[in-house]
């Protein structure tokens, strides 16, 4: 089955409003075995959203619309809907009562324009919805289904995941797909191909496998497809044992799995405890751990020693060591980590000092050169890397890497 994504809105084209309802719908169809051939974005206006219909009628065998289904004079999408459909617009009194319903929780009283809501064309199988005024609209036209929803996220996700895919995947026979996502840190995209290159060519043809990189990771997405689910997750579980013998030190999760999670568990399960000392990350890693609901089960506290004079201050670290190194070295890095260890009496402590840019690079020691110390009870771990020059994907690289360097310390 073959879907294409039109998403109506002024807003969408002129930047103001960022089209996350394309991504998150093309997830969704995929993960149900559902190919997405493009997504569109059309403003509002008529003819243009007429064209984007007629246009994707002809290649696709699932248009899913979003947007433009508001009671105000710029939402046009319905009455374009009864045009390409040739049908008129008629009173529901189901989906009013869905209306007043709305209003009556929100303490105001529903108005003629609100009521004009309710109208809905009268060849389409109406979508109620619990989280809005604007129903979704379920069409069939020359064997090819189209679905109007609003464009509001919390009211259009529950329409897709509780009523299109169940009834898609009961009407259409579509095939059993299964997608695991296997979460790496700490080897680029290219170098991690080359370590799995045997692997990937020897998987099983219903197996694909998909690259999905970002600053600090690399998400490799294996889908299977066949008649029985169960036999695609026996497939999938058996190439991951197989990838995991390869690459087992890179791997911390998988699926929606974060390291601050994996990390958190980790402390919570062996009952210890992390402190941070932070320069170049500016406190980011004291906010991805305390992101984690319960973190201060595990999380005692963080300094945020950005200059040097910090740096001596409170985490004692020397500033002969500060003007004969520098703040981004292995000794300040060592002796922050030992401090921040020692003055919140933790098990384990995180330290990062590094260029973090776009300014500030030398040739000695350019942006993107970070050092992370990681601080045990037995020893502190101390390593130097380079990032690259942007700024925000620096911190975040080094937060991650920060977090999976303490998760590997935990584990042992």
Known sequence: MKAEII??????????????????????????????????????????IFEALETAGKHADLVLITGGLGPTKDDITKQTLCDFFGSELVFNELVFEDVKEIFR???????????????????????????????????????????????????????????????????????????????????????????????????????????????????????????????????VENEITRLSEIIGDYIFGFDKDTLEEIVGNLLRKKGKTISTAESCTGGYIAHLITSISGSSDY?????????????????????????KFGAVSEPVIIQMAAAARDMFGTDFSIATSGVAGPTGGTDEKPVGTTWIAVATPEKVIAIQFHFGEHRGRNIRRTALMALDMLRKEVVN
């Open 105 to 235: 929780v929100r303490g105001r009283q529903v108005s003629e324009l609100n009521r004009k809501q309710a109208e809905v064309p009268d060849n389409c199988t109406v979508i109620r919805n619990e989280h809005g005024t604007a129903s979704g609209m379920w069409f069939e036209k020359d064997g090819v289904i189209f679905v109007s929803m609003p464009g509001v996220p919390f009211e259009m996700k529950p329409m897709v995941s509780n009523y299109i895919i169940p009834n898609l995947i009961e009407k259409r026979n579509l095939p059993a797909i299964f997608h695991k996502t296997v979460l790496t840190q700490g080897v680029p995209e290219s170098e991690m191909a080359a370590m799995i290159e045997n692997w990937e060519n020897s998987l099983p043809p219903n197996v694909k496998l998909a690259y999905l990189p970002q600053p600090g990771i690399v998400r490799l997405r294996l889908t299977a497809s066949g008649k029985e689910r169960a036999d695609q997750v026996s497939i």
């Open 299 to 323: 999380y005692k506290g963080s300094v945020v020693a950005y200059a040097n004079e910090i740096k001596n201050k409170i985490l004692n670290v020397k500033n002969k060591d500060l003007e």
């Open 7 to 48: 998403s109506i809105g002024d807003e969408l084209l002129i930047g103001q409003v960022v089209n996350t309802n394309a991504s998150w719908i093309g997830e969704q169809l995929t993960m149900a075995g559902i190919s997405v051939y493009q997504a569109v974005s059309v403003a509002d206006n008529h003819d243009h």
